[in-house]
């Protein structure tokens, strides 16, 4: 019992040193700091994204939401506050956090007492809901979005504008990861993980079992949520500005969807493995045939699912179930 | 308000509401049936939309007669769809048709905009008008709704009144029970698949005799969005609940534009797709299963 | 001896159909009650409505004096109502332990290492600890009955209603189970209420028996009263599996 605990921390040591690296390859060649980047946030898309649908299931097609509230929340707090930049970006967390728990709330009391379907369903509106919420109503800059570089130089200089967006955007996306590798790993091994598990198998037993089932969903789900949040609110200091159009793309959606069924739902590697293979392969096209990108990942989502559904890691855990491999890879 | 003015409204409600009574059929009537959830609707519409467009501009053929080559197109695309794909997944937890769906619809529209490239289109198909009272319709929208009148009678035909249909209907409410019955199931996960396909694609074609503009690519979201409404509203997996939940939506379409015309300071297309999208978390909230719906 | 579990006139109809037409039953603490009654009869809808799966049309259910008709069933499996199901409600990806940890987690609200302990406990009562580490999905037709009644067992139920799981076994296999529950019933204080349609068998080892047909209760007593009884024996003329 106890070597099983030891080989999961093992797999956490690897995640987590994986990031590490991550972190020292940038100090040192501050060059490939943008490819970084690049990678560290799609790895962090994955896992926050899977640490809702891996783990029960369900899918939030409307997940491009909380990226976008938390661009606005960021955008927001440099907006209407002035004082210590790092202090805004705190405030902008903060508000990352109230904006994506209120939606999800809202979200998944109405939808997580249904059925998957009838969730995904309510969800695939939601993105376009709110996007059109704030162009219908003018509300938070509307159309145009917010632009936030004008602010920044104005209230506390060009370099900060430096700071902000290299510096500060990528630590964010760090923590962020880190973050979400622990709530993953946390879902693993721990008695949240036990129910969530039943639920998934089917809700009627999890029930039987004694498992409030709403309770847990809700749980991850703005979880999930939040941890969106911080990557699009890392986006903001980044980009230094929101657009809708741009923010609500439901491309974001599909880029999660590509990472988390490619490396393995539900489990701590997978998404790793997939962010990193997805960086790669993003960049990859980029620079080949740009326009035809989203064309490829559909491609990929639809193959996924029909040849290879359980992901890297699931296939390499079946293929060698029994074995320590097994046990190592979660 | 005017008494002919509100007739009006409530007549050009109707007229597209009996679309949109189509379009919330074959949603519903796949999902019936497959437990698949269409979400690339809207997008099979546009497909239908642009073959309307092109068959026109190219070989001056009315919409009348593109809705035949889209209802064939359709149903072999849904046919390879269930062969392909949704043969394989039936097993498996939702997530993975629904991504599969989303998957596609992504992949059609880019598709479309990679073809076809991403510039509005449309045409202009002349078909005269008719007087209602003292309005002008034009006489494409009235064909427009006579053919989607008649396609969902069509398909409530096949339901209530063949053998076949009532095993389709058998397999909607009790599959399990139907197997145990002797009925082929897969058979008739194919023909729903193909038919409800052959419909989607058709209703986008018939879409271009109400409005044969502003034809794009992304122009499918929101039917897709609008399909997703009749069909909960309805009922997913009730096709009885469609049409009145088409008619509907129908009527208060118009409504909503006025009323929202009231308040200041908003853009007003955005403003409807919001307000569509929170009717369709309110009948989530207060009746899920629909009007229909067991 | 009390009352642990009260039905008081439950109604349950599904469209036309009577699936419980006014059930009154007293569930006597500590009894082993057994539920006899031919397919249709309402037993069941009666342990779906017990469970809160299905939410009774009219009456009542009141468990340890508290009425929990409004409650959900994951609410009562916590207060210490347990079902072992016909079909073993399992969790066929995961480890035969991890199921019954998981009872013990959430029905029995434990900790993690008590959870483990209780498990494995649960495991030895039911000889099945050998394939602790195994998938659930591994396990053949018999063990996984095992399984499913450690399972409902692990998180220490006041009352354990028992679905027929000794439908379809050799009577050695009857009785080897039967005793099992009897003996763990006694050991560790559960009220056991067990379902019965065809194995007659099984109804010997309960204290009690009362005969369901067409939705009501209709004859009560000791099991050899009721076995003998003339009405019983017309409705499963021909049926019954000694």
Not at chain 2, 135 to 143: D, H
Not at chain 2, 206 to 232: E, Q, W
């Amino acid at each position: 019992m106890k070597r099983a605990v030891l080989n999961k921390r093992l797999s956490l040591a690897a995640s987590l040193a994986t990031i590490l690296t991550f972190i020292v390859v940038r100090t040192i060649i501050p060059e490939y700091s943008q490819m970084v980047y690049f990678i560290v946030f799609y790895i962090a898309l994955g896992l926050a994204f899977d640490i809702f649908l891996g783990f029960t299931n369900y899918v939030c097609f409307g997940y491009v939401v909380f990226l976008a509230l938390g661009g606005y929340a960021m955008a927001h707090s440099f907006k209407w506050f002035t004082g210590d930049p790092t202090l805004s970006v705190a405030l902008g967390l903060l508000l990352s956090t109230i904006y994506a728990s209120i939606v999800a709330l809202i979200v998944g009391l109405i939808g997580l007492r249904l059925r998957e379907v009838y969730f995904a369903i309510a969800t695939i509106g939601l993105t376009q809901g709110i996007r059109f919420f704030i162009e219908g109503f003018r509300v938070w800059g509307g159309s145009e979005g917010l632009i936030v570089a004008g602010d920044i130089i104005s209230k506390y200089g060009s370099e900060w504008l430096t700071l902000l967006s290299v510096d500060y955007a990528d630590a964010l996306t760090f923590i962020t990861a880190i973050a979400s590798i622990a709530v993953t790993y946390y879902l693993i091994v721990s008695k949240t993980g036990y129910a969530l598990l039943a639920i998934r198998e089917d809700e009627e037993v999890a029930m039987s079992f004694g498992v409030n089932p709403v309770k847990y969903k809700l749980l991850v789900f703005m979880i999930s949520a939040i941890l969106g949040a911080f990557i699009g609110a890392s986006k903001l200091l980044k980009d230094q500005a929101v657009f809708p159009a741009e923010a609500f793309s439901l491309a974001f959606t599909l880029e999660a969807l590509v990472i988390t069924l490619v490396g393995g739902k539900g489990t701590l590697l997978g998404p790793l493995i997939a962010g990193i293979l997805y960086a790669g392969l993003k960049y990859f096209l980029t620079t080949i045939m740009p326009g035809l990108q989203l064309l490829v990942f559909a491609l990929i989502v639809i193959g996924v699912v029909v040849l290879f559904p359980e992901g890297i890691v699931g296939w390499l855990k079946k293929r060698f179930r029994g074995t320590l491999l097994d046990e190592l890879l979660i | 308000m005017e008494y002919s003015y509100v007739l009006i409204s409530a007549i050009s409600g109707v007229m597209i509401g009996l679309l949109y009574a189509l379009v919330g059929l074959s949603l519903t009537f796949i999902f019936g049936v497959l437990q698949f959830v269409n979400s690339a609707h809207g997008h099979l519409m546009m497909v239908g939309a642009y073959i309307a467009f092109w068959l026109f501009v190219l070989y001056g053929w009315p919409p009348l007669v593109s809705l035949i080559i889209a209802s064939l197109l359709g149903l072999a695309f849904g046919a390879a769809l269930y062969a392909l794909v949704v043969r394989k997944l039936m097993g498996l937890p939702a997530l993975y048709s629904l991504s599969a769906a989303f998957a596609l619809g992504i992949f059609i529209q880019e598709l479309a905009k990679v073809l076809w490239g991403p510039s509005y289109r449309g045409f202009l198909y002349d078909m005269g008008s008719i007087k209602i009272f003292d309005y002008v319709v034009p006489a494409t929208r009235v064909w427009g709704s006579i053919i989607s009148a008649l396609l969902v009678f069509l398909v409530y035909y096949y339901l209530y009144k063949t053998k076949s249909g009532r095993a389709v209907r058998s397999i909607i409410q009790n599959p399990e029970g139907s197997v145990l019955s002797g009925v082929d199931i897969y058979k008739f996960y194919l023909l729903a698949l193909a038919v409800g396909m052959a419909l989607n694609v058709a209703s986008g074609c018939l879409l271009t005799l109400y409005v044969s503009s502003g034809i794009n690519p992304y122009m499918g979201g929101i039917y897709t969005d609008l399909a997703f409404m009749v069909a909960v509203t309805g009922g997913l997996g009730a096709p009885e609940g469609a049409l009145m939940a088409g008619l509907i939506y129908g009527l208060i379409e118009n409504m909503i534009p006025t009323v929202l015309s009231g308040v200041q300071n908003i853009s007003l297309y955005p403003a409807t797709r919001f307000v569509m999208f929170v009717i369709l978390l309110f009948v989530l909230l207060v009746r899920p299963r629909g009007i229909m719906g067991r | 001896m009390s009352v642990i579990l009260r039905v008081e006139d439950v109604a349950k109809y599904y469209g036309g159909i009577k699936a419980l037409d006014g059930v009154t039953l007293d569930i006597r603490e500590n009894e082993f009650l057994a539920i006899i009654g031919p397919n249709g009869a309402g037993k069941t809808t009666l342990f779906n409505v017990i469970t809160g799966l299905r939410r009774p049309d009219r009456g009542r259910i009141i468990y340890m004096g508290r009425d929990i008709t409004k409650l959900p069933p994951y609410k009562r499996a916590q207060m210490g109502i347990s079902r072992a199901f016909q079909i073993p409600k399992l969790i066929y990806s995961a480890s035969v332990l991890d199921n019954v940890v998981l009872s013990c987690l959430f029905g029995g609200r434990m900790d993690l290492n008590s959870a483990r302990e209780r498990a494995l406990h649960a495991l030895r009562l039911v000889k099945l600890e050998k394939k602790a580490r195994e998938y659930a999905g591994s396990l053949t037709s018999p063990e996984k009955k095992l399984l499913e009644l450690a399972r409902a067992i692990a998180m220490k139920p006041r009352v354990l209603l028992l679905d027929e799981i000794v439908a379809g076994m050799p009577p050695a296999e009857i009785d080897n189970i039967m005793n099992l529950v009897r003996n763990i019933a006694v050991e560790e204080k559960i009220t056991v209420v067990a379902m019965v349609e065809h194995v007659m068998r099984a109804v010997r080892y309960a204290d009690r028996a009362v005969f369901m047909h067409q939705g009501k209760i209709l004859i009560e007593g000791s099991p050899e009263e009721v076995l003998s009884n003339r009405l019983v024996k017309e409705v499963y003329l021909g049926e019954l599996v000694e």
